[in-house]
């Protein structure tokens, strides 16, 4: 596809440029405990700041639909963008109204301005017009360099890319080109681990994933749908029970493409959701009734490195288990080591993404051994299905 990109842009001193950044990064009690999806926009913002543009930033965190959840607000992240950048970044308690417009009108050429979270706003989800009038109202031009909120067909991503001259941020052009040539053709067998907890949001790519890929190990929260619909008692773990339907969807649609579908053989299970809670391993037929699945067991790791020997490729997103807390990153750390030997061995094409995913595999100290990191979890997906991303369409020149 062709889009215009930064090399495109004449004589931007001056101008207002309204850049799309994914800052929807792992925090831990108001700190960012991984900053890669910071680093990887930074090239763009340091262009842009460093050409005399007014480099404004759009961005969401967390899923507060519509509502301003203290929480999830965006200003702890501005002094983290600060301190990786070299340089104050300024911060607007709103992204549009007069406390943005305010903050823009107080630029100088070359400043980094970060407006509060796009999602406080019904209208970014909903892709209102009138809502990406607003951001735009803010911006001369737009850049985006979010890939991993492409999927996403959402004001700052889809709506404002109409309204204003659009550009692919280095970020965005980046990440299309090191996924085409790490799997435009991918060597068979091709393994996807699929984890995590956005069950919702993710099970249905994986109904057309089954026909792109050979294996498909299911992990971390998403496992546990899948064997609740075989009617395994799941106790207290995270489920979605109004979606066995679509799990057992998934599960013919794999029968029917010849894909292997792995689901976990044991679990750990706490009480608790807390580090060092008691826990213990069991089979599935003894998870206790409240008691919840924090890890995939041993047996299953055993299964999963087997089943990364057999693949060529690998391509994986959500962690297998809840990694934040130890002791239930143990199969996560395991998987995503031997993923990363097996690559550094030659013997494997390993891509991985998510914004936890990768947070997963900086803690094993795995990630400078996968053949390509990615900030993307959902939006690689579905690219890998083939999708047409509407962040991405969006951009076409
Ligand atoms: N069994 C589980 N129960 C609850 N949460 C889990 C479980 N397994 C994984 N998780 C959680 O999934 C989260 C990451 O999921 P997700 O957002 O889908 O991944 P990514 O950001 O890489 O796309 C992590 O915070 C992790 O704690
Ligand atoms: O973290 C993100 O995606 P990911 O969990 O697929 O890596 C993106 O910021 C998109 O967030 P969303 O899934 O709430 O739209």
């Not at 107080?106 to 951001?135: C, I, Q, Y």
């Not at 991918?186 to 790519?205: E, N, T, W, Y």
């Not at 919840?292 to 997103?317: C, Y």
Request: net charge negative; proline share 4%; aromatic share 4%.
């Amino acid at each position: 596809m062709a889009f215009n990109t930064l090399d495109n842009i004449n004589d931007i001193t001056g101008k207002r440029v309204l850049v799309r950044v994914d800052l929807n990064v792992p925090m831990d009690g108001g700190k960012v405990t991984d900053t890669t999806r910071i680093e990887r926009v930074l090239p763009t913002i340091r262009e842009l700041s460093e050409k005399g543009a007014k480099v404004v930033l759009l961005a969401h965190f967390g899923r507060p639909k519509g509502e301003r959840v203290a929480s999830m607000s965006l200003a702890p992240v501005a002094p983290a963008v600060s301190s990786l950048l070299g340089k104050t970044v300024g911060f607007a308690d709103d992204c549009i109204g007069p406390a943005a417009s305010d903050a823009v009108s107080a630029m100088s050429n070359g400043d980094v301005l970060l407006l509060e979270n796009t999602r406080f706003h019904k209208g970014e989800e909903k892709n209102d017009p009138s809502f990406a009038e607003a951001l735009a109202s803010n911006g001369d031009l737009y850049v985006n360099d979010a890939f991993s909120a492409a999927h996403r067909a959402h004001g700052s991503t889809e709506g404002i890319a109409k309204l204003l001259p659009a550009y692919a941020g280095r970020t965005m052009q980046a990440e299309l080109e090191a996924l085409s040539s790490a799997l435009g053709d991918p060597k068979r067998p091709v393994l996807a681990v699929v984890g995590g907890a956005k069950v919702s949001s993710k099970i249905d790519l994986l109904e057309n994933l089954v026909s792109k890929v050979d294996m498909l190990v299911i992990g971390g929260g998403m496992a546990n749908t899948f064997l609740a619909a075989k009617g395994v008692n799941v106790g207290k773990s995270l489920c979605e029970h109004d979606l066995a339907d679509t799990a057992k969807r998934i599960m013919s649609a794999a029968e029917a493409a010849s894909c292997e579908i792995v689901l976990p053989a044991d679990a750990v299970v706490a009480r608790e959701f807390k580090a060092g809670a008691e826990n213990e391993t069991v089979s599935l037929d003894a998870i206790p009734a409240d008691g919840m699945i924090l890890d995939v067991g041993v047996a299953s790791i055993e299964t999963v490195a087997s089943k990364i020997d057999t693949a060529k490729t690998l391509v994986w997103n959500g962690p297998l288990g809840a990694f934040e807390i130890e002791p239930f990153d143990t199969a996560t750390v395991a998987a995503a080591r031997h993923a990363a030997a097996n690559t550094k061995a030659g013997k494997l094409n390993s891509v991985a993404g998510g914004g936890d995913t990768v947070a997963a595999l900086n803690h094993a100290g795995a990630a400078d051994d996968f053949s390509y990191v990615s900030t993307a979890g959902g939006a690689f997906l579905e690219w890998l299905e083939g999708k047409e991303l509407p962040g991405v369409k969006a951009l076409e020149a």
